[in-house]
């Protein structure tokens, strides 16, 4: 809530990622929003630094997983299934760790020019 308190008081979202579904973003945005709310749950301090630049230390401390991190967590998460819906979630899931895994396995150019000139 970026504004004071009273009749001045707005939120706003900022996207999680440009790429991501903007229905089932909001679906699971607001879902978590709900129960936050329910369970007086405070949200993290937000990062404003740029992730690139931190170590790995940086990142563990701020929390910044990776996707396969994330996938672990929200497997766990009965608030993201709730919004979802079983359907959605297990085809979302599912979506996703194929694009991991195709991530990790995937050869780029700078590999093929560092590693294959040493053979």
């Not at 229905?23 to 690139?52: H, M, R, T, W």
């Not at 990776?66 to 085809?91: F, P, Q, R, W």
Request: charged content about 30%; some cysteine.
């Amino acid at each position: 809530v970026p504004a004071k308190r009273g009749n001045a008081t707005r939120v706003e979202l900022r996207s999680p990622d440009p790429s991501a579904n903007p229905y089932l973003a909001f679906a699971v945005i607001l879902q978590a929003c709900i129960d936050g709310v329910k369970n007086k749950i405070e949200p993290p301090a937000p990062v404003e630094s740029n992730i690139y630049q931190l170590s790995s230390r940086e990142r563990e401390l701020q929390q910044i997983t990776t996707l396969e991190e994330a996938l672990c967590e929200m497997s766990k998460s009965k608030v993201v299934k709730e919004a979802l819906g079983e359907h959605i979630y297990n085809e979302f899931c599912q979506a996703k760790r194929k694009e991991w895994d195709s991530f990790r396995t995937y050869v780029s150019t700078w590999e093929i020019d560092r590693y294959m000139d040493t053979l």
